[in-house]
Antibody, heavy 123, light 109 residues
């Protein structure tokens, strides 16, 4: 089965670090861009950044550049999103999306989505 | 960066047709994808490349794209279609080329 499976919900305190994961299976993980999408409570979808696991080419939205780090370990078909110092405003649902856009066809749709990881940051 | 504009909400009676628009500068020259997100669930692709349907998506869902507006059309609307809908494009001139619209809440009356 083609799927992206994300790590479980997290509850953290401000200032703590965090790394969440997104594991792909059933398709060629290294051949498709994997994006991270933030959804704050009651709000819309926002692209945070994206990585091409095949060569680790990584792009960030200006809004998130310097705030998070996106990485991937292609040996285990897993992408990561990490924070070094969380803020209360990082409280949100985070989705990974992939399976469509490639280096050759970056405009393709993202047809595989993870189930989401809820991150709550509270003192 | 490229901006996609969607109406915040659209309401429709069951059995009628819903049209959700996505505006952008010369969006007709781009490929538009549409995602449906029901409460508490991850987004699901419902239309890709303007008008193609993934397998498993009902024929009631269709799309078009021309000029400065792309449209998602849902015919014979059912209660189960109530959800948020997002358009998405790839714009090479943007800092991060993958762009979402702000989303439209479809309410079935």
């Amino acid at each position: 089965e083609v799927q992206l499976v994300q790590s479980g919900a997290e509850v953290k305190k401000p200032g703590e670090s965090l790394k969440i994961s997104c594991k792909g299976s059933g398709y060629s993980f290294t051949s498709y861009w994997i994006g991270w999408v933030r959804q704050m409570p009651g709000k819309g979808l926002e692209w945070m950044g994206i990585i091409y696991p095949g060569d680790s080419d990584t792009r960030y939205s200006p809004s998130f550049q310097g705030q998070v780090t996106i990485s991937a370990d292609k040996s285990i078909s897993t992408a990561y999103l990490q924070w070094s110092s969380l803020k209360a405003s990082d409280t949100a649902m985070y989705y990974c999306a992939g399976g469509g856009a490639t280096k050759v066809s970056p405009a393709d749709a993202f047809d595989i989505w993870g189930q989401g990881t809820m991150v709550t940051v509270s003192s | 960066s490229y901006v996609l504009t969607q109406p915040p909400s659209v309401s429709v009676a069951p059995g009628k047709t819903a049209r959700i628009t996505c505006g952008g500068n010369n969006i007709g020259s781009k490929s538009v994808h549409w995602y449906q997100q029901k409460p508490g669930q991850a987004p699901v692709l419902v239309i890709y490349y303007d008008s193609d349907r993934p397998s498993g998506i009902p024929e009631r869902f269709s799309g078009s794209n021309s000029g400065n507006t792309a449209t998602l059309t849902i015919s014979r609307v059912e209660a189960g279609d109530e959800a948020d809908y997002y358009c998405q494009v790839w714009d090479s001139s943007s800092d991060l080329p993958w762009v979402f619209g702000g989303g439209t809440k479809l309410t079935v009356l």
